[in-house]
């Protein structure tokens, strides 16, 4: 009965003549959706010609919103989501409930004038995406929506975001403008076009921001190394240098050259809640009494306080790109383009993923220095230190060739085809180094100073790999009328990835032997089991003992079929059926399997969707202009890649496996009228529902114990409904006067599940190693396993009292049942003033989050360890700019 429901809603999409066209997709003076031009199909087309849902953004509308990085971007569509756990800088997007895990390839492709972003290493998140910098002197930003896998580059199911710079043009102009804000904001653009012959043209920018941090860190360990005030600031440098060169009537050279550079103190989590829980690895210590006295500390506070426990915090990325596109126009009906790019990322990080300050005085009563964490403490950070083969979380080349045909045989037919070949190579180790429950500092000098001399809980864990990536594909597409109104398309891609990995993965556990100067340290690699199971070995020899190099190789067909039905230029209803495919690839720093097993746990297989989608795009004109846009959608997931949380042997670990079934479907609607003259209104919204519909436990060994995800709740990070409401008014002033406009947009965002449903685990020692047979409920008796001993631990400081969660003021419905983020509204504001007083100059302010509402970005569920955190919105941001035009 429930696909009876889904096939009506998706037959009911398509006859009521509705599009997913953008919800800002015009700007006030632009007329009709007709007006726009896309490149969502490689080619230029009329926005409502495109059989996809897309939703698109012009650079004025940009600053208006004061969208500056992709987190921005994220907010104000719906369908796109964003996930920021390693900060602004380190975001990827999700689509549909398309989300990326960690160690796993991206859903969502993001291009920069036709080639994808530069990748990271895959070790943590970083690169694929728009870095600091990219959003400034833009032609257009376009989502596409559904798996893009025919025609854009490299494999992705959950759909693609396209950058389209600025090209230079044959005149003289350009433009300088300056901005001033709340938080010291500072930001200053210059773009200059220069036609230096008929046939030669250059354009040269640049965007540099500044902005001090809206998170007051109140802890005693300082806000990082970069000097700035706070912790969210922002500071980049971008520059941006292109070339056309028209080499004869019919070869075009276009060259562009980028270089982005970033440093900044980096995000940290928030604490939102406490519970009565027990951590896995304090041995028994309950550290709810800290996270409440943490609370405590910061609700005298605003809501954007935070206490860091790294005294040198930062975010730093560094990225320069290459990319030149030579286009050949052989004859009428073929067209040549060749695009090459080179490319180098790095990045480094040094981040408290989980917000938790757990002063040591809570434990150790005569200590009193409160720069010194608890046992409980839970820090993840870089490996930016001293040892020569690292430094880097993220240090990765990227080459890209594509070689693209392009032709019709008159009116009947179009079509392109083409060959792609993606090279990422490292440019050395790099990784992640994190201190779990302990009082190490530093792997490479063996920094185990602890609260009492000699005394730590924890390990200090050395992730390092060398990974490559290549990607190849085959691929063509083409349309054919078969009337005038009719018309069918088909595209076919073969892709053959693979993943070849040298992977380092050592923990070093310093041996608690209170009163003494840690005589005892010892080693074991990491993704092995505990120590006591004959892995023990010389931390001296920590960097050779754990080497591995793991390959894994994956192909597989896509497709797209769809019709087109277009009896009118206004009206456009479309059905289309197409295979996505993501690759396989590895689990860096999963767990092996323990010795006497055979199966080796890292590499994943692919995984693919079938994707269906109906929709039509329609416009109309009139007294009333506007258009009105809707499409359905369902997928169907199957070897769907998951993250699993796993004990082998006796430690934790995580890993990826093909163990998920999955269906998503969903609506995405939009409105965009002009009721009467300067007045233009727009209205998009998002449903998505979405169920993991089975989870098949994948054979990994007898040693291996999984945690399996919920069976019948929703992928992680899926936003169910989001909508979007805007207006734009331009006030009939004389035109010696200027252009004054004034806009406000409004955003809801409902709750949803942040991160898969979790709960600690019930585990019968009866079986060895001891079995998870159940999540914790409040009733039972706490168990976990050592991941020191191996001892399986069930006594009475255990016990869970019931107490009820402790919640974050100033935000609502904070949801006690795991990772779940609450709903939330935006509004913003903004006013321009365009040639004032019939002068080249503009002036425009700005105002977003007016009502200064806290929003979460991403959660931690650590509720094992008695906290949950969460990664904070921008509060209220206001400022004005102002541009200066030339040559125009």
């Not at 403490?377 to 490996?383: K, M, R, S």
């Not at 903004?830 to 806290?854: C, Q, R, Y």
């Amino acid at each position: 009965m429930k696909l009876h429901h889904r096939t009506i809603l998706l037959a009911a999409s398509a006859l009521g003549g509705f599009t997913a066209a953008p919800a800002m997709a015009q700007s006030v003076d632009q007329g009709s959706a007709n007006d726009i031009i896309v490149t969502a199909q490689r080619i230029e087309q009329r926005l409502q010609d495109v059989p996809i849902s897309i939703t698109v953004y012009n650079q004025e509308q940009l600053s208006n919103q004061n969208v500056t990085s992709a987190k921005d971007l994220a907010t104000f569509t719906p369908g796109l989501q964003v996930n920021s756990r390693y900060g602004s800088d380190s975001t990827n997007f999700s689509i549909r409930g398309f989300t990326q895990e960690q160690r796993t390839s991206a859903t969502v492709g993001v291009y920069f004038a036709d080639v994808v972003a530069l990748r990271g290493s895959g070790a943590t998140f970083g690169g694929d995406g728009a870095g600091p910098g990219a959003l400034f002197d833009l032609q257009n930003i376009q989502v596409l929506k559904g798996p893009q896998g025919t025609l854009q580059g490299r494999n992705v199911t959950g759909g693609a975001v396209l950058l389209v710079p600025q090209k230079p043009t044959d005149l003289y102009e350009g433009y300088v403008e300056g901005g001033l804000g709340n938080y010291d904001m500072r930001r200053l653009q210059a773009v200059i076009n220069v036609p230096l012959a008929d046939t030669f043209k250059v354009r040269l920018g640049m965007d540099h921001m500044e902005r001090d941090g809206y998170l007051n860190n109140i802890s005693s360990l300082g806000d990082g190394s970069q000097g700035n005030h706070g912790m969210g600031d922002v500071d980049y440098w971008a520059f941006r240098l292109s070339t056309v060169a028209e080499l004869t009537p019919d070869l075009e050279n276009y060259t562009i050259f980028t270089y982005g550079k970033s440093k900044s103190n980096g995000n940290i989590p928030k604490i939102i809640s406490c519970s009565d829980s027990i951590t896995s690895q304090t041995q028994g210590i309950l550290t709810r009494a800290q996270c409440e006295a943490q609370m405590e500390r910061e609700s005298g506070h605003s809501p954007w306080t935070v206490e860091n426990r790294i005294a040198d915090s930062f975010s730093q990325i560094e990225q320069w790109q290459i990319i030149n596109t030579t286009t050949w126009v052989a004859t009428d009906n073929l067209t040549v383009k060749n695009i090459t790019s080179y490319g180098e990322f790095r990045q480094k990080l040094n981040l408290d993923l989980f917000g938790s300050y757990f002063p040591s005085p809570y434990l150790f009563p005569d200590l009193t220095n409160p720069d010194v964490t608890s046992p409980g403490q839970v820090t993840g950070f870089a490996y930016t230190h001293s040892h020569p083969v690292a430094g880097y979380t993220n240090a990765q080349s990227s080459f890209v060739e594509e070689l693209r045909f392009q032709g019709n045989l008159g009116d009947k037919l179009n079509w392109q085809a083409g060959a792609y070949m993606e090279l990422n190579n490292p440019l050395n180790f790099s990784g992640v180094q994190t201190a779990t429950f302990t009082a190490c500092t530093d792997i490479d000098t063996l920094d185990c100073a602890g609260f009492v001399p000699g005394f730590s809980l924890g390990t200090i864990n050395n992730q390092l790999s060398k990974t490559k990536f290549s990607d190849y594909a085959l691929y063509g597409q083409a349309s054919y009328k078969i009337t005038s109104a009719l018309s069918l398309t088909a595209g076919l891609r073969y892709t053959w990835d693979k993943t070849d990995a040298r992977i380092r993965s050592v923990s070093v556990y310093p041996w608690p032997l209170l009163g003494q100067n840690l005589p005892g340290l010892i080693a074991f690699c990491a993704n092995q089991t505990a120590p006591g199971a004959g892995t023990l070995f010389d931390p001296a020899d920590r960097y050779d003992k754990c080497e591995q190099h793991l390959v894994q190789k994956s192909s597989a067909p896509t497709w797209t079929l769809g019709l087109e039905y277009q009896p009118t230029p206004d009206i456009l209803a479309y059905a289309k059926w197409s295979r996505g495919y993501r690759a396989g690839g590895l689990s860096l720093f999963g767990p092996d399997s323990a010795p006497g097993d055979t199966k080796n746990l890292q590499p994943y297989k692919q995984e693919k969707v079938d994707a269906y989608e109906v929709g039509a795009k329609t416009s109309w004109h009139g007294a009333i202009p506007g258009s009105f846009n809707l499409a359905g959608y369902y997928n169907k997931f199957s070897d769907q890649q998951l993250l699993l949380g796993a004990i082998i042997g006796t430690r934790p670990n995580a890993l990826v496996a093909n163990a998920g079934k999955s269906r998503i479907w969903g609506i995405d609607a939009d409105l965009n009228v002009r009721p009467f003259e300067g007045m233009n209104i727009a209205v998009s919204y998002a449903y998505l529902n979405t169920k993991l519909q089975a989870f098949t436990s994948p054979d990994l060994g007898s040693s291996v114990v999984l945690t399996p995800p919920e069976v019948g709740g929703p992928i992680p990070n899926s936003q169910p409904h989001k909508l979007n409401i805007s207006a734009n008014y331009t006030l009939p002033l004389d035109e010696s006067i200027g252009k004054v406009t004034l806009g406000a947009t409004w955003v809801y965002t409902a709750g949803y599940q942040a991160v898969a449903s979790s709960c600690p685990g019930v585990y019968d020692p009866t079986t060895s190693p001891p079995a998870n047979v159940g999540c914790f409920d409040g009733t039972q008796t706490f168990g976990y396993v050592d991941s020191v001993t191996g001892a399986y631990t069930n006594d009475a400081i255990n016990a869970i009292s019931g107490r009820p969660n402790t919640s974050i003021a100033g935000v609502d419905n904070v949801n006690p049942d795991g990772g779940r983020i609450p709903h939330s509204y935006i509004l913003n504001l903004n006013a321009t003033w365009e040639n004032i007083g019939g002068l080249p100059v503009d002036i425009s302010a700005f105002a977003t989050n007016i009502t200064n509402k806290v929003t979460y970005v991403s959660l931690n569920d650590n509720t094992s360890r008695s906290f949950r955190s969460a990664l904070l919105g921008e509060p209220r941001m206001y400022g004005i700019r102002l541009k200066l035009k030339f040559g125009q």
